[in-house]
Antibody, heavy 125, light 108 residues
Framework: EVQVVESGGGLVQPGGSLRLSCAAS????????MHWVRQAPGKGLVWVSR????????TYADFVKGRFTISRDNAKNTLYLQMNSLRAEDTAVYYC??????????????????WGQGTLVTVSS | EIVMTQSPVTLSVSPGERATLSCRAS??????LAWYQHKSGQAPRLLIY???TRATGVPARFTGSGSGTEFTLTISSLQSEDFAVYYC??????????FGGGTKVEIK
């Protein structure tokens, strides 16, 4: 059974840092893109970042660029999100999601085929 | 950035009735459109990808249709476990990957 389980959320002050982890099991982790998606309280889903299979290509939403870093350890089947310079508006449940989709003709078309239950990050003084 | 707009925001339906949810893209996304079901406190679940292909284990009462800029998710006969929030997501033109604002399907 495919499982992704997030951890590392908590309360942090504005300007602080936090590192989220996502432990994957039930599939060959090293062959799948992985993503982070977040949901602020009372709001919808928003894509944050993605990483390719071997940690060479990363992509970010503009609102986290330069502050967040996505990475992975394929030997440990674990995805990470290092979050620095946190702001109140970063308060959200952060979901780890396995990438589905395909690549063709130099373009890739990714969606999310398995999700975790999320970990809550609260940025407040 | 492609903006996804879902309607209605809330849909009140009686169990056993049909529910029709709409999703519109600000520009063509071809058939690169996915639908997700999300219940509070749970992991979101992929229902449909490629606009009309059901994901593994998704019941046949869920049907996706459309292409270009107009898409529909139909739930043919609502079961109690189907009351949730539903999101569409385009994956044709990114970054960023973008979601609609969601449609909450509630019990009438």
């Amino acid at each position: 059974e495919v499982q992704v389980v997030e951890s590392g959320g908590g309360l942090v002050q504005p300007g602080g840092s936090l590192r989220l982890s996502c432990a994957a099991s039930g599939f060959t982790f090293s062959t799948k893109w992985m993503h982070w998606v977040r949901q602020a309280p009372g709001k919808g889903l928003v894509w944050v970042s993605r990483i390719d299979t071997d940690d060479t290509i990363t992509t970010y939403a503009d609102f986290v660029k330069g502050r967040f870093t996505i990475s992975r350890d394929n030997a440990k089947n674990t995805l990470y999100l290092q979050m620095n310079s946190l702001r109140a508006e970063d308060t959200a449940v952060y979901y780890c999601a396995r990438g589905g989709g395909y690549c063709s003709g130099g373009n890739c078309y990714p969606f999310f085929d398995s999700w975790g239950q999320g970990t809550l990050v609260t940025v407040s003084s | 950035e492609i903006v996804m707009t879902q309607s209605p925001v809330t849909l009140s339906v009686s169990p056993g009735e049909r529910a029709t949810l709409s999703c519109r893209a600000s520009q063509s996304v071809s058939s690169h459109l996915a639908w997700y079901q999300h219940k509070s406190g749970q992991a979101p679940r992929l229902l449909i990808y490629g606009a009309s292909t059901r994901a593994t284990g998704v019941p046949a009462r869920f049907t996706g249709s459309g292409s270009g800029t107009e898409f529909t998710l139909t739930i043919s006969s609502l079961q109690s476990e189907d009351f949730a929030v539903y999101y569409c997501q385009q994956y044709n033109n990114w970054p960023p990957l973008t979601f609609g604002g969601g449609t909450k399907v509630e019990i009438k």
